[in-house]
């Protein structure tokens, strides 16, 4: 079946504006994560839904981040007033609900240049 | 200190050889264990996941977990140069309300021919 897509694949903008990335989990997966990771780096984690339970944003870097999921399906990241060390790939993961931790599915990533 | 802590190498095996790489963590309440394979320019892909103390083994990879010493390693057999890649060790928490995958900076394996 289809895996986690995401897009845009590359995002290049200016410092200062605002992106959303998006992700569309496997189907039939009800958590969804999204991580960064920045060159050399491994994975900072972000945020986390599971179902209708409200998100874990334990992770995201500041205020300028946030994300939402609508209908339990698709997610978006958005980013506002972008800076240079928001540059980075934002990958998103989906699972399926496990008590012992998920087996996640990565998506292919956004690649985020910020110039 | 780092929940996850992996030598981030690089280490290199030859061909044929075992590749060992380890994991050390500093929650011990996770009780589940993750490797992802990532190669250059590629997202994170699962390998394989262990939850008890002991081996497990999967074709050419056993993972291994150790909860006293807190220590999660993984070994690749007879390995290939398709093999050459970042390996991330990964665990489980979940506290509270907030449920994490946090995960270790990587080992960069090159399998030599």
């Known amino acids: 079946g289809a895996g986690v897509s995401q897009s845009p694949s590359n995002k290049v903008t200016e410092k200062g504006k605002d992106v959303e990335l998006r992700c569309d989990p496997i189907s039939g997966h009800t958590a969804l994560y999204w991580y960064r990771q920045s060159l050399g780096q491994g994975l900072e984690f972000l945020i986390y839904?599971?179902?209708?339970?409200?998100?874990?944003k334990s992770g995201l870097p500041s205020d300028r981040f946030s994300a939402e999921r609508t209908g339990g399906s698709v997610s978006t990241l958005t980013i506002q007033r972008t800076q240079q060390e928001d540059s980075a790939v934002y990958l998103c993961?989906?699972?399926?609900?496990?008590?012992?931790?998920?087996?996640?599915?990565f998506g292919p990533g956004t690649r985020l240049t910020v110039t | 200190q780092k929940e996850v802590e992996q030598n981030s190498g690089p280490l290199s095996v030859p061909e044929g050889a075992i590749a060992s790489l380890n994991c050390t963590y500093s929650?011990?309440?996770?009780?589940?264990f993750f490797w992802y394979r990532q190669y250059s320019g590629k997202s994170p892909e699962l390998i394989m996941f262990?939850?008890?103390?002991g081996d497990k083994e999967d074709g050419r990879f056993t993972a291994q977990l150790n909860k006293a010493s807190q220590y999660v390693s993984l070994l690749i057999r007879d390995s290939q140069p398709s093999d050459s890649a970042t390996y991330l060790c990964?665990?489980?928490?979940?506290?509270?309300?907030?449920?994490?995958?946090?995960f270790g900076s990587g080992t960069q394996l090159t399998v030599l021919p």
């Open positions: 929650d011990r309440g996770s009780q589940s």
């Open positions: 990964a665990l489980w928490i979940s506290s509270g309300s907030a449920r994490q995958l946090t």
């Open positions: 839904f599971q179902g209708n339970s409200a998100p874990d």
């Open positions: 262990i939850y008890s103390n």
């Open positions: 993961a989906s699972s399926l609900r496990a008590s012992m931790g998920p087996e996640q599915y």
